[in-house]
């Protein structure tokens, strides 16, 4: 049985030399079962990060070979595409003319989300509130958003047939 983790950070902004990361979502799928591990502030290392994923066969992003491996390789020293067989969905979805970021590809393929307002740019946002207001509503909200996005990951990671 194949065991997967589907993978989306959150950061500060675009540039992983300049900006932070600050969470990592993990959603695992080991049959039927899926479990969302969430890294923030003082778990964002290696090897919490390598803990999380152990025992994994291969890891699903969207744009994660541009954005979310690079920026994490960077921030954190540890290179998951040399540690894991990695598939970006992103390309999958192009070969199925399916166009523009993850929440357009949802939209596209009828895959509902809780939090229709919330894009990359509020979780920015509500990342800051978190840390300069100890605004914990907000803090909960960015990660109802990240895990919103993992576990969509693995929907759209079916709905696509890949293996």
């Not at 969430?38 to 152990?54: A, G, N, P, T, V």
Request: with cysteine.
């Amino acid at each position: 049985m194949k065991y997967r983790a589907y993978l989306d950070i959150e950061t500060t902004g675009f540039s992983r030399y300049y900006c932070d990361l600050t969470v990592i979502g993990i959603a695992l799928e080991k049959g039927r079962k899926c479990q969302v591990v969430q890294l923030i502030e003082d778990d964002l290392y290696e090897e919490l990060l390598l803990k999380s994923l152990e025992g994994v066969d291969e890891i699903y992003t969207y744009n994660g070979s541009r954005f979310d491996l690079p920026f994490i390789e960077t921030k954190l020293g540890v290179d998951l595409k040399q540690c894991f067989v990695h598939t970006d969905l992103m390309y999958d979805c192009w070969r199925q003319n399916l166009k523009g970021g993850l929440k357009v590809v949802e939209r596209l393929l009828g895959i509902k989300r809780r939090l229709t307002g919330v894009d990359g740019y509020i979780a920015v946002q509500l990342w800051y509130d978190y840390v300069n207001n100890n605004n914990k509503q907000a803090l909960r909200t960015l990660l109802a958003y990240n895990e919103e996005d993992v576990v969509n990951l693995r929907v759209l990671r079916r709905k696509l047939s890949v293996n």
